[in-house]
Structures are given as structure tokens and as C-alpha cells.
């Protein structure tokens, strides 16, 4: 396999290592208090920059305005955004949005890429993955869902019971993990707003939550939705999120191989936020940790 860098994935690389430098470093303690007050106008900025940088959104396709990179060139830059734990998040793709728009991309109606992932990619709202279950639900092993979503009328009926759903808390739409048959699961839209849908708390964990990285439990009380909500086809949830693990560029995908031409570490927004319990905060020296990392925490976790 050919890890060599174009020259212009390696000029891209150049230009965020720079961009990472020069504004996010620099900028990095006053997001994180302004995140502390529940306020983003700093960030806003940073990424006003970023966007006339033609550095935003890199993931998506041109049309989102985006610059349609693949894995590598994704792994690429993760790891020079990853040296800050806001870093992916100026660039708008940070977890779990960034994964989140790989979904509707590939898998969502027009109605639902209209109404969710135009203002996801613009920055203007967030989301949630929200799979793994309390026990003895899925977890390590997604085949143990408990969720239901059930056929009502012309739309879907959704029951269910979910913890660690990554900035579910703020999140405008949730994409649910979901059982339609005794074989099968099935990837859902919810409005989080929904009737039904309760945000029950931020469950607290050794890491201080940042940007959306607030593990929220919540119940789907009888949530309704259309069938259009539907992502994929009825049943194709587990290979969708098997798809989905494939196509981002997690931190499994960047491991280290030690060529000059391939990424030597990978430096995650996942594993900069991973290691900053272990830190000192603020910090802006690279994290070498990475480890395997779930589907829906891309560069994340989220
Ligand atoms: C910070 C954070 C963010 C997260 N964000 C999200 C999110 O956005 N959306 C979401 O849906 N989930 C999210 N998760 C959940 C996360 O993906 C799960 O914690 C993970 O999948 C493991 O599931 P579990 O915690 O239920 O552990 P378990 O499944 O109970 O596993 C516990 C231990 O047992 C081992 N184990 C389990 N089954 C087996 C087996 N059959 N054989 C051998 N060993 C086994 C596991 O490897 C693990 O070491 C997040 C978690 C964290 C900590």
C-alpha cells in the first residue's frame, strides 16, 4: 500500500499546522473558559477564520464546503489538529459531528440532508451517535441492543434507554441505534427536541467535558418518527456503523508505522482529550497516545 502524500495533501497538511499554531494554540485557554461559561464567541471567531481559510469542514465534499478528503488525507490532518483538544472543532469536525455528517452524506434522504446536515456542516448546531446502552444492553458488543423502534402508521415508534451519547445534552438531532427485528438494527434521525425524547443528565466522567464532549444519558420515552428518518435501508444499522468506522479517519486508521511517509503517531482530538486528565490544563504539547476507537468517536468520542 502507497502512503506517500501528494504535494498537496502535504501543502494542506502545512497550511492547518500552521492554522493550529498561529490562531488555535494561542487561542486555546479562552475557549475552554468561555466553554466553561457556556459560551462560543472566541471559537466563533476561530472558525470564521478557518472557513475563509478554506480550511473548514475538510471531510466534506465541496458542495458542503468542504474540500472532499479521504482517510488519509482526514488521518493527515486530524493529527496536526489533534495537538489541541479544540482543535477539530474550529475546523468543524470534530467529534461526534464529523461522523455524523459521514452518515448523512452516504445515507440520509434529501429531506433529512436539507433539514440536518446543511446546518451541521455550517456550523450552526451539533449532534449526538447515541448506540451504547446501560447493561445489559450494547456496549462492547452492539448485538445486545435493547432499543426498539417499532412500525406505526407510516413512520417508526422508538423505546429505549441510552448512556454516553457524546454532546446529546446541546445536540439538535440524534442518530439512534435502534432494533427493528430480532436480527437487525436500524439507524434513525430524532429531532432531539422531539416529544419523548428526555435528556436525563451529563454523566460525569474523569475528564472535564468540553465543546460537545458531555456524555449525556437519555431515554426515547415513545419517540415518533417518519420514515424518512430512516438512514440506510430497515436493518442495514450494524453495517452501516461498521461502514462508518471504515471510512473515518479514526485514530486506528492513523496508528503509527513509522515511515517518514506515513503518520509516525496520531494525535487525535480523541486522544488529546483522552489525555487530558493526565495533564495539566491548558496545554498545547501533542499527545502520543492512540488507542482503537469506536465507530462513533471518529476523532472522538467523543
Ligand atoms: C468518553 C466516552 C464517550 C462515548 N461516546 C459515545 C457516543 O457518542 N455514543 C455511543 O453510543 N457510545 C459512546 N460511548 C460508549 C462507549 O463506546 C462504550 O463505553 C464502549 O462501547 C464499551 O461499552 P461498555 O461501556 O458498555 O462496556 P462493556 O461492553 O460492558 O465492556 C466492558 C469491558 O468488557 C469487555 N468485553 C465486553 N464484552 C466482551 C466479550 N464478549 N468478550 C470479551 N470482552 C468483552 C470490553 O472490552 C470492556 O473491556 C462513549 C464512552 C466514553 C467513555
Known amino acids: 500500500m502507497d502512503f506517500e502524500l501528494s504535494p498537496a495533501l502535504r501543502e494542506l497538511r502545512a497550511r492547518v499546522r500552521d492554522f493550529v499554531n498561529d490562531r488555535i494554540l494561542p487561542n486555546e485557554r479562552l475557549v475552554v473558559e468561555e466553554d466553561r461559561a457556556r459560551r462560543s464567541d472566541v471559537l466563533r471567531g476561530l472558525q470564521a477564520e478557518a472557513r475563509a481559510a478554506g480550511l473548514y469542514v475538510p471531510h466534506l465534499p465541496v458542495a458542503y ?37 459521514d452518515l448523512l452524506l452516504s445515507s440520509a434522504s434529501e429531506a433529512i440532508r436539507e433539514r440536518w446536515l446543511a446546518p451541521l456542516a455550517r456550523g450552526e448546531i451539533t449532534s449526538g451517535f447515541s448506540m451504547t446502552e446501560p447493561a445489559p444492553g450494547a456496549g462492547a458488543d452492539p448485538s445486545n441492543l435493547r432499543t426498539t423502534a417499532k412500525p406505526d402508521g407510516d413512520g417508526w415508534v422508538i423505546e429505549g434507554h441510552k448512556w454516553y451519547t457524546t454532546g446529546g445534552g446541546d445536540a439538535s438531532f440524534l442518530i439512534v441505534m435502534a432494533r427493528t427485528s430480532p436480527e437487525q438494527a436500524t439507524m434513525f434521525v430524532v429531532d432531539r427536541h422531539a416529544e419523548g425524547v428526555e435528556h436525563v443528565r451529563d454523566i460525569p466522567t474523569l475528564a472535564e467535558p468540553i465543546l460537545t464532549h458531555r456524555e449525556a444519558e437519555i431515554r426515547y420515552h415513545g419517540v415518533r418518527v417518519g420514515k424518512d428518518a430512516v438512514l440506510g435501508e430497515v436493518g442495514e444499522g450494524f453495517r452501516l456503523a461498521q461502514r462508518a468506522s471504515c471510512r473515518r479517519a479514526s485514530p486506528t486508521a492513523c496508528a503509527g508505522s513509522g515511515s517518514p511517509t506515513a503518520p509516525s503517531s496520531c494525535a487525535s482530538p480523541t486522544s488529546a482529550r483522552a489525555s487530558r486528565s493526565a495533564r495539566p490544563w491548558p496545554t498545547t504539547r501533542p499527545s502520543r497516545r492512540c488507542s482503537p476507537t469506536p465507530p462513533w468517536r471518529s476523532t472522538r468520542a467523543t
Open 65 to 101: 464546503g468542504g474540500l472532499g478528503l479521504g482517510i488519509m488525507g482526514m488521518c493527515v490532518l486530524f493529527r496536526e489538529m489533534g495537538r489541541s483538544p479544540v482543535g477539530a472543532k474550529v475546523f468543524n469536525c470534530d467529534a461526534p459531528d464529523q461522523g455524523n455528517m
